[in-house]
């Protein structure tokens, strides 16, 4: 069972897919930093000077200062700022992994057509097979090519 387990790790496809999930993770966090530390921060500076993470709901009905004050004191709160991050966030892993996949498509060899096997019959312009020399359709004889 131990080697079994072994030759299943060792495929190509499960170690390319560990590779790629220890990629994405480390990909999404360097992403959750430039959307917390520099896309959110000008833009907040540019609507009113608004920190976007720390917008928030207070459910409990006490007054609190900040979301951490509240999360302190165990209030309820809706923190619809870091939500906002959180989507803003998604959008460009999105539109990443989007661009992404496309230029990986793009790249793949586009497959060779097939070699033509039938030919349009030049009096009655039917589908014949290639080496026909007689068409079916129309009973014309045809030139041999």
Avoid: W
Avoid at 2 to 8: S, Y
Avoid at 58 to 73: D, E, I, M
Avoid at 99 to 115: I, Y
């Amino acid at each position: 069972m131990l080697k079994e387990f072994k030759e299943f790790a060792m495929r190509g496809n499960v170690l390319d897919m560990a590779i790629g999930i220890i990629i994405g993770a480390a990909f999404g966090k360097i992403i959750t930093s430039f959307v917390n530390d520099v896309l959110m921060p000008p833009i907040g500076l540019a609507i009113g000077k608004i920190d976007f993470s720390s917008l928030f709901i207070n459910l409990s009905g006490q007054p609190y200062a900040t979301v951490a004050a509240a999360k302190a004191a165990g209030a309820a709160t809706i923190n619809y700022g870091v939500f906002l991050n959180t989507v803003i966030d998604f959008i460009i892993v999105a539109f990443t992994i989007f661009l992404l996949v496309r230029q990986v498509n793009r790249m793949k060899r586009q497959p060779e057509a097939a070699p033509a096997i039938t030919k349009p019959c030049p009096h009655c312009l039917s589908t014949i097979p290639l080496k026909a020399t007689r068409c079916a359709y129309c009973t014309s004889e045809l030139k041999a090519a």
